[in-house]
């Protein structure tokens, strides 16, 4: 599986972006997705996943309310809305694949920019 994330770019504080995130192969339906972020000096942190069939969204509990991932099957593509964004969400986004928990991601995806100004 190969991720292509886009949808990154400079937002004012409280302003909205939405990543997206294509993925090539047939199997894409098979795989929970996720997206993690990593700030300038931290770890790589997750953020968001989805089951295989979309029915529910796991969200770490900082973006809770104001995040929703989704995805489409049919499109082989993740989406992440982000509203409310804060100076805190600034860091690099990363699409992930995995076919179990997202504990540790099979494939990840090249990364995409976010910075949330002040």
């Known amino acids: 599986v190969q991720l292509q994330a886009s949808g990154g770019g400079l937002v004012q504080n409280g302003g909205s972006l939405r990543l997206s995130c294509a993925a090539s192969?047939?199997?894409?339906?098979?795989?929970?997705m996720g997206w993690f972020r990593q700030a300038p000096g931290k770890d790589r942190e997750f953020v968001a996943s989805?089951?295989?069939?979309?029915?529910?969204?796991y969200y770490t509990d900082s973006v809770k309310g104001r995040f929703d991932i989704s995805r489409d099957n049919a499109k082989n593509t993740v989406y992440l809305q982000m509203n409310s964004l804060k100076p805190e969400d600034t860091g690099v986004y990363y699409c992930?694949?995995?076919?179990?928990?997202?504990?540790?991601?099979?494939?990840w995806g090249q990364g995409t920019q976010v910075t949330v100004s002040s």
């Open positions: 992930a694949a995995d076919l179990g928990t997202m504990a540790e991601p099979e494939y």
């Open positions: 989805i089951r295989w069939n979309g029915d529910r969204g």
């Open positions: 192969g047939r199997t894409f339906s098979m795989y929970v």
